[in-house]
């Protein structure tokens, strides 16, 4: 390999372990999945509660508490894309 090649692709890998961050932690994956779901039924994030989040290989679902109803919610693996429905 020439050295610029070398150079390229160190800087390659070097950009796609940039991109992946550090893991979230419990508290993130919360916060998450609280905006998610407050975008959705159109309330503050704090006036949500999460219950049960799962994180299956493409989706997240959860359960969620709010205004007295609960709702069962997914969302892709970037918390974009929430979808809730009515459990109760």
Not at 14 to 37: H, I, R
Not at 59 to 64: F, Q
């Amino acid at each position: 390999m020439t050295p610029l090649r070398v150079a390229f692709c160190v800087l390659v890998a070097a950009m796609s372990c940039a991109a992946c961050g550090p893991p979230l932690t419990q508290a993130d994956v919360e916060s998450k999945l609280k905006t998610a779901t407050a975008s959705v039924l159109k309330v503050d994030p704090g006036a949500v509660t999460i219950v049960n989040p799962e994180e299956k290989p493409t989706r997240w679902e959860w359960k969620a508490q709010s205004a007295g109803q609960m709702f069962e919610c997914d969302a892709d693996l970037n918390f974009t894309l929430p979808d809730c429905r009515v459990l109760s």
